[in-house]
């Protein structure tokens, strides 16, 4: 099972830096991005330099880049229910370290540099307004890697790659991770069926209780509601049995 399970190839560090950028701020790798430009987190700026390539799949949207030999993903934070008819892509606060890419990016480099299976964050930028801000992430993509919706969408899974979910899972819940979206979409599998989790947003450490359980519960919500409205989708309680043995439930 070990064989399945993602972790990042640590050659170089993250090297982090903050500088002013198109009225707002951005926090960088700048082991990958060596000068940030002007119009990064703009898409009619990369569409004229050739960075952008197509639209994610997924609730957020967002969009893949091609920076030199790299594959970036971008992603603007939006609200979802009700206040997103009012304050679409707006939060309240001041302070770059409480935003939430800021946080995010933050999350994603401790994570990276311990080596568990997320993707590598690359630049987080946050621009500030009258007590509200927006921001935006880019992060390394994990290519090639499909969801495990898509994946489901297309066959059944081996019990291997369940159990192997089912531990990636368990190895963040054992380090105090929640994860907040813990759902189909956001639980990648690469080609040689290696296990990743993407989507940290709202995520982070926390104490010991009932959210570790609370996580499964949604993850298994997420994979019955596909189910219930695909008409072919690879998903059983059987399947998720061995999700549960692979994570070592003992609830």
Same mark, same amino acid.
């Given at each position: 099972?070990? *064989?399945?399970?993602?972790?990042?190839?640590?050659?170089?560090?993250?090297?982090?830096?903050?500088?002013?950028?198109?009225?707002?701020?951005?926090? $960088?790798?700048?082991?990958?991005? #060596?000068?940030?430009?002007?119009?990064?987190?703009?898409?009619? +700026?990369?569409? !004229?330099? #050739?960075?952008?390539?197509?639209? +994610? =799949?997924?609730? @957020? @949207?967002? %969009?893949?880049?091609?920076?030199?030999?790299? !594959? &970036?993903?971008?992603?603007?934070?939006?609200?979802?229910?009700? *206040?997103?008819? =009012?304050? !679409?892509? !707006?939060?309240?606060?001041?302070?770059?370290?409480? +935003?939430?890419?800021?946080?995010? &990016?933050?999350?994603?480099?401790?994570? $990276? @540099?311990?080596?568990?299976?997320?993707?590598?964050?690359?630049?987080?930028?946050?621009?500030?307004?009258?007590?509200?801000?927006?921001?935006?992430?880019?992060?390394?993509?994990?290519?090639?890697?499909?969801?495990?919706?898509?994946?489901?969408?297309?066959?059944?899974?081996? +019990?291997?790659?369940?159990?192997?979910?089912?531990?990636?899972?368990? /190895?963040?819940?054992?380090?105090?991770? %929640?994860?907040?979206?813990?759902?189909?979409?956001?639980?990648?599998?690469?080609?040689?069926?290696?296990? $990743?989790?993407?989507?940290?947003?709202?995520?982070?450490? /926390?104490?010991?209780?009932? &959210?570790?359980?609370?996580?499964?519960?949604?993850?298994?919500?997420?994979? /019955?509601?596909?189910?219930?409205?695909?008409?072919?989708? $690879?998903?059983?309680?059987?399947?998720?049995?061995?999700?549960?043995?692979?994570?070592?439930?003992?609830?």
């Amino acid at each position: 099972m070990q *064989m399945l399970l993602g972790g990042a190839d640590n050659g170089s560090n993250i090297v982090p830096r903050i500088e002013r950028l198109d009225g707002g701020y951005i926090l $960088y790798d700048s082991s990958l991005l #060596a000068k940030p430009f002007s119009g990064l987190f703009n898409a009619a +700026t990369l569409a !004229e330099r #050739a960075l952008l390539m197509e639209p +994610t =799949v997924g609730r @957020g @949207g967002g %969009y893949f880049l091609r920076f030199g030999s790299q !594959e &970036w993903v971008w992603r603007h934070y939006r609200r979802g229910g009700v *206040m997103a008819r =009012v304050f !679409e892509d !707006e939060f309240a606060g001041w302070r770059l370290e409480h +935003t939430r890419s800021w946080k995010e &990016w933050r999350l994603l480099a401790d994570l $990276y @540099g311990r080596s568990f299976p997320v993707p590598r964050p690359v630049a987080a930028f946050v621009s500030r307004k009258f007590g509200y801000y927006r921001c935006d992430l880019i992060t390394q993509r994990i290519a090639p890697a499909q969801n495990l919706s898509a994946l489901l969408e297309k066959s059944p899974l081996s +019990t291997e790659v369940w159990a192997a979910i089912g531990a990636c899972v368990r /190895r963040f819940h054992d380090a105090g991770i %929640y994860h907040a979206d813990l759902n189909a979409n956001n639980v990648l599998l690469d080609d040689e069926m290696r296990v $990743y989790l993407i989507d940290f947003d709202r995520s982070g450490p /926390r104490r010991g209780g009932i &959210w570790q359980r609370k996580n499964i519960d949604r993850f298994q919500r997420s994979l /019955r509601k596909i189910a219930k409205f695909t008409p072919s989708f $690879y998903f059983d309680d059987d399947a998720f049995h061995y999700f549960l043995a692979g994570y070592g439930a003992d609830f």
